[in-house]
């Protein structure tokens, strides 16, 4: 049978244990908050830090289904945006016709003696 002691003293180790838990969460929130963040101005890169800081369980859960399920890495971020952008422009640019629309033909204009 325990004593008095022995729940307290079972207590106080959960305690210090859920704590040591919390400070390792934390810790590891802002890591990957700055590490996704670390090429990115002083305030875009603050703000999600802080962010993780506070609300680290949250911040974890959305890192894991952004960067982990969604695939959307952190690492060179931008410069995929930025390539996946130009790959879809040059695609929309060539199937855009620049010129005279199909059926207008040199010299003859539809519009010219409307009014």
Known sequence: MENHNDKEYNSRITSILGWI??????????????????????????????????????????????????????INNAS???SAFNSTKTKIESTITIGNPPGYYEGSNPYKNRY
């Open 21 to 74: 838990f919390h400070i390792l969460i934390v810790v590891a929130a802002v890591y990957l908050a700055w590490d996704a963040n670390k090429g990115s101005s002083a305030l875009q890169t603050w703000i999600p830090i802080i962010f993780a800081a506070i609300f680290s369980y949250v911040y974890i859960i959305f890192y894991i289904i952004k960067y982990l399920i969604l695939g959307n890495s952190p």
């Open 80 to 82: 995929t945006v930025l």
